[in-house]
Nanobody, 127 residues
Framework: QVQLVESGGGLVQAGDSLRLSCVAS????????MAWFRQVPGKEREFVAV????????VEADSVKGRFTISRDNAKNTVYLQMNSLKPEDTAVYYC????????????????????WGQGTQVTVSS
């Protein structure tokens, strides 16, 4: 089993920055694709960004491209989401996710690709 614990959420103003962290335990972290998703009440969980285990390639959703950066530190079993220039529409619960299968690139934005999830951390951006 893999356990994921997020931290770093909070209440900020528009234009501010936050860095989310997700620490993994239970299995070798270096072989997981790691992603961030977000969800607001009444809506489906939305892909934010992913970093592949094999080559550290990253993909970000169009809505956050240029503002958010995903990265990983395998020595610390941690994946980060640096969020800059935050907007009120970024308000959501942010979830860390791990895929323990070597998924095809084409499905990395799908929730069904990920078999382990954290409990979520709230990010609220005021205008």
């Amino acid at each position: 089993q893999v356990q994921l614990v997020e931290s770093g959420g909070g209440l900020v103003q528009a234009g501010d920055s936050l860095r989310l962290s997700c620490v993994a335990s239970g299995r070798p972290f270096r072989s997981f694709d790691m992603a961030w998703f977000r969800q607001v009440p009444g809506k489906e969980r939305e892909f934010v960004a992913v970093v592949r285990w094999s080559n550290f390639v990253t993909v970000e959703a169009d809505s956050v491209k240029g503002r958010f950066t995903i990265s990983r530190d395998n020595a610390k079993n941690t994946v980060y989401l640096q969020m800059n220039s935050l907007k009120p529409e970024d308000t959501a619960v942010y979830y860390c996710a791990a895929s323990t299968v070597d998924a095809d690139f084409s499905v990395l934005a799908e929730t069904s690709t990920y078999d382990h999830w954290g409990q979520g951390t709230q990010v609220t951006v005021s205008s």
